[in-house]
């Protein structure tokens, strides 16, 4: 999740582009980098100093050439390649005349880079993004203006991209194009800018216009033009920004947490950018295990806290299911006290969306301590934990800001069920037809999520006849019990009502005594083969007096014989369900805690990364 920022016709421009990178420092990042471009000379300045990088970068900057008019700008958050300076935007060709920025995924950069290669192209860095310098270096040699080498490069890649390219040959024009990650064009007198979020160039710009997926825009200090793919005009839409600050740093939304809600299709999206070969094996490119030793594998233990840990409990089906592994599950903080047992072969995944919470890193690190081989999966890249780690998957939601998680989860199971497909795969319990298929599913999972995120006013309408309640059960089977569990942690958090998540089967061992008029019981009914049991208990607290709502699938006409009210969601492979099912229970929280008075982004007594035990 980079930043990434442009101006072109601008009388200060460096200024303009460390302001604008400043501003996105609320994205995280790990290094940064400027490049100036103006005839015959590009002049570039990069910086790793993780937090310090942008305070860094305007130091070297202070030894920049005056006279620039045009420039770019970028906070990277390292996907392939370590966040060193060397791998830090922009790039350059082989000239040194073109220069990138790009945030996103190239998928098929490796192909890409080989041809390039064998075609005498000298890379200097480790990233996915180079390959798009060189391709433009190759347009631009065939005679191309800059605008058709960025059209035809763009012909070759598959991936996400948000992409802005100068040349020193064609100076005072900037071409920027995007498939996925953001990108807005901003306009004022004499001056053009692009930038992946508004709060980049606000102060700035006096219109807003945006790019979609596989549009392309020439940009000058005159203006811009666009085309898409093919290269037919295309008319770029004009935005209407009434934005402070602060409203822009959360995209338009009333508070992170909506924003974050609202991301979760791109966060898994994103997640499963460049994970699956043509060949069909799943790949994790900064996963440091061996095929041999993942084959080797005779017991897995996952530790987590809070969030992480429900998804560390969806991981444990789908690694039981597919990978016929046996896993146990461990909340972080009483793994590391009570002398595990760690034998030979043990595999020890610690999951954290900061991964700096230290019950989790002491977990990793008492696994370790006793011979476990530990993986991380980190939202932020070289984290604690994923550097104390035997190796990595990293989470791609972009930075969450807001203290209840929520996209950070859903890119939590994508990433683990990867994972357990990997696994699959080297211990061949599921054919390759399945895997394939099993792929194909969670590769659906993005669209579904926006479509129950489209379904969001009927979440609404039910939290309002629900205000006044105060004690909630959340049930669910299978996968459908850590949804749960994550949903009632959602509603406790935010809206300070009593709620508690269980197994649905064992509601009567127990809790059922606490269920009378005025108690709600919000049941995950989402998977057919527990569909008929967990009716039953349905119909159990409904004869108690209890308020029911479900959340069910599109095709499910029994439920409302038991729910006295249904949050629709489409059909999936139930593995996937927690993906989807915990949005309207997202949502329902929020809304809760609104409706409530509530701070969502900062509920009381809460931190964000809890770093004491
Ligand atoms: C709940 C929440 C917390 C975190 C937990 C672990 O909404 O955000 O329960 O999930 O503190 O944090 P990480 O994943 O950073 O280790």
């Known amino acids: 999740m980079c930043g990434i920022i442009g101006v072109v016709g601008s009388s200060d421009t460096l ?10 420092e609320y994205r995280g990042y790990d290094s940064a980098g400027v490049a100036l471009v103006r005839q015959g000379q ?3 300045a990069r910086t790793a100093e993780g937090t310090e990088s942008v305070s860094a970068l305007k130091e070297e900057c202070k030894k920049a050439p005056r006279g620039f008019t045009s420039g770019i700008g970028h906070t990277r958050w390292a996907t392939h390649g370590a966040p060193e300076a060397v791998n830090a935007h922009p790039h350059l060709d082989c000239s040194g005349h073109v220069a990138i920025i790009h945030n996103g995924i190239i998928e098929n950069h490796a192909e890409i880079r080989a041809e390039l290669e064998a075609r005498g192209h000298l890379f200097s860095s480790r990233t996915d993004s180079e390959v798009l310098a060189h391709l433009v270096e190759e347009a631009r040699g065939g005679g191309a203006e800059l605008m058709e080498a960025v059209r035809v490069s ?3 890649v598959r991936g996400a991209f948000a992409v802005a390219a100068m040349d020193a040959t064609e100076p005072d024009v900037i071409v920027a194009a995007r498939r996925i990650s953001p990108l807005v064009v901003g306009t004022a007198p004499g001056v053009t800018y692009l930038a992946s979020d508004i709060p980049a ?20 200090p005159e203006g811009f033009r666009a085309i898409d793919l093919e290269g037919a005009p295309v008319r770029l839409k004009q935005l209407t920004i009434d934005w402070d600050l602060e409203t822009a740093e959360k995209g338009g939304f009333d508070d992170f947490m909506s924003k974050e809600i609202a991301e979760q299709p791109d966060a898994i999206r994103a997640t499963l950018l460049d994970r699956r070969r043509k060949d069909g094996t799943i790949t994790f490119d900064e996963l440091r295990v061996s095929d041999d030793e993942l084959r080797d594998v005779k017991r897995v233990v996952l530790v987590a806290a809070g969030t992480s840990h429900h998804a560390a409990l969806v991981a444990k089906y789908a690694i039981e299911r597919w990978a016929r592994l046996g896993v146990d599950v461990d909340i972080a903080s009483e793994y590391r006290y009570r002398d595990p047992i760690v034998e030979v072969g043990t595999l020890v995944i610690g999951v954290s969306q900061s991964g700096e919470t230290i019950d989790t890193i002491q977990a990793a690190r008492e696994a370790r301590r006793r011979g476990a081989r530990v993986v991380a999966i980190s939202n932020i890249v070289d984290s604690s934990l994923a550097r104390e780690s035997d190796a990595v998957i990293y989470t791609r939601a972009g930075l969450e800001v807001s203290v209840a998680s929520t996209k950070a989860f859903v890119a939590q199971v994508a990433a683990l069920e990867l994972l357990a497909l990997r696994l699959a795969q080297l211990r061949q319990t599921l054919s390759p037809s399945d895997v394939d298929a099993l792929f194909l599913g969670l ?3 993005s669209a579904q999520v926006a479509q129950v995120l489209a379904r969001g006013a009927d979440v609404d309408d039910v939290a309002k006849q629900l205000l006044g309640a105060r004690d909630f059960f959340f049930l669910g089977r299978h996968v459908g019990f850590p949804t749960a569990l994550e949903g009632a942690l959602k509603l406790k958090e935010l809206s300070y009502l009593h709620a508690e998540g269980y197994p649905a089967g064992e509601l009567k061992h127990g809790p059922l005594a606490l269920i009378e008029p005025g ?6 009914a989402t998977d057919p083969a527990m569909h008929e049991k967990l009716l039953s208990n349905l119909a159990e607290v409904k004869a108690r007096g209890a308020t029911v709502v479900a959340v069910a699938t599109d095709d499910d006409e029994k439920i409302e014989a038991v729910a006295d009210y249904v949050l629709r969601v489409p059909v999936t492979e139930p593995m996937f369900t927690p993906m989807i099912d915990i949005v309207p229970l997202q949502l329902f929280a929020y809304a809760m805690a609104r409706g409530l008075g509530k701070n969502v ?6 931190a964000k990364t809890v770093t004491v035990e």
């Open 15 to 24: 200024d303009t582009l460390l302001e604008g990178l400043t501003r996105l």
């Open 42 to 44: 590009t002049w570039r």
């Open 154 to 156: 763009l012909l070759t």
């Open 201 to 220: 160039i606000l102060d700035r710009a006096t219109a807003f216009y945006a790019v979609n997926d596989d549009e392309i825009v020439r940009m000058g």
């Open 443 to 445: 590769s659906h999972v």
């Open 519 to 524: 108690v709600v019981v919000v049941a995950v």
């Open 601 to 606: 982004d900062r509920p009381r007594n809460l």
